[in-house]
């Protein structure tokens, strides 16, 4: 059977946007990562995915592959089905290992946005390892996931990962690494710190790219983030309490805070603090969602006090709308 072409290996069409290729290339690299898929096949699959990615993302590596594909003779090919041999370019097998402890797809707080562009590709080093002349080494993206509370007050975190080098033949090798970053208190999702000198090596002493994390607010049951910086928490709140309204403290990530419930509080009604959300340049507000938590019914007194209640309340009855 012919070896596939690059196009062929991520589903897409030559006239394939740049959108459309990324977007192929994180499903297929979801589906083939070794961490998740069963195909025994994976890692080879994933290698494969990241060498057709890396030159198709790429305009000007496109433009060349597009061109051996129309006139493969002439780049010294021994085929003319569309498949890259004869193409000019080193492979480096990916290896699942490269990515360390904390750097392994779906686990801990780092993840890589555009997943393994970075380590276990032939990225720009085999494709244009003819030419001469400086050359830097692109940008990595990644994603690193927080908690909220380390936007309210800054955190530091260590990452240790196997980042790839070049030696001095100019072949990719892979060096442990641990680096120390620093959260700074009032950052907001969505926004990146740069470490610079941490992406690709460059080419022929041309310098290194930079890494750039994207942060991303760990998902919590009663905690979240809108808008960016605006934080809603839900607490829980006794029946009287709700009722009779009253101060009570609440424990928050903007710190413990008394806050006062208003009488004939419903259940999902929202307290808005003002200024206690994420603490950005502007700072976001808190919302306090109520959620009404009944006491459990467990001995005859219990059962009698609800009784008590609900006689005394016997022309109320609760509303209800579809």
Known sequence: MA????????????KASEDDIKKAYR??????????SKDPDAVAKTSEINIAYETLHNKEKRAEYNEMLDNPFRHGGQQNDGSHHGYNYQQYEFDPSHFGQNGAFGSGDFRFDDFFSAFGSSGQHGFQQNRTGPMNGEDQHAELVIDISAAYQGAQRNLSLDMPTLNTQG????????LNVKIPAGITEGQQIRLSGQGLPGFNGGAAGDLYL???????????????????????????????????????????????????????QKM???????????????????NIVLPQTNTETDRAAWQALASHYAAFQPQNHI
């Open 171 to 178: 072949q990719m090798t892979y060096e442990r690494k641990t």
């Open 272 to 290: 808005r603090l003002k200024g206690k959300g994420i603490p950005a340049k502007e700072a976001g507000d808190l919302y306090l969602l109520i």
């Open 27 to 36: 499903k297929l690299v979801r589906k083939y990562h070794p961490d998740i």
């Open 214 to 268: 994207k942060i991303s607010f760990r998902n919590q049951e009663n905690l979240y983030v809108q808008n960016r910086k605006d934080v809603y928490q839900r607490i829980n709140v006794a029946p009287w309490t709700a009722a009779l309204g009253g101060k009570t403290d609440i424990t928050t990530p903007a710190g413990l805070l008394s806050v006062n419930i208003p009488a004939n509080s419903h259940n999902g």
């Open 3 to 14: 070896e596939r072409n690059f196009y062929e290996i991520l589903g897409v069409d030559r």
